[in-house]
Nanobody
């Protein structure tokens, strides 16, 4: 079983920066990938950034150039800059283990106000 915990959300003004962190713990041999998703009220959950082993990160078009995901083994950070009100959402960390099972954290709220 894998436990996933996010931290770092909060309230931030438009144009500001915020860093989210994610830690995976428990019994696993390795992780295939770690990713951030977000879900705004009334909208579907969408992938924001994906970090896989040995490949360049992948970003949603809406955050390219503003968000950066960095991964170190079972930890990752999502550095968010130039935040906009439309970035307001609950952000979830997802990890995919070697057996391709995915695990999710409980989410952390990010609210960007103008």
């Amino acid at each position: 079983q894998v436990q996933v915990a996010e931290s770092g959300g909060g309230l931030i003004q438009t144009g500001g920066s915020l860093q989210l962190s994610c830690v995976a713990s428990g019994r696993f041999f390795r992780l295939n990938s770690m990713a951030w998703y977000r879900q705004a009220p009334g909208k579907e959950r969408e992938m924001v950034a994906l970090a896989t082993s040995g490949n360049a990160p992948i970003y949603a078009d809406s955050v390219k150039g503003r968000f950066t995901i960095s991964r170190d083994d079972a930890r990752n950070t999502l550095q968010m800059t130039s935040l906009k009100p439309e970035d307001t959402a609950v952000y979830y960390c997802q990890v995919v283990a070697a057996d391709f099972r995915d695990y999710w954290g409980r989410g952390t709220q990010v609210t960007v106000f103008s």
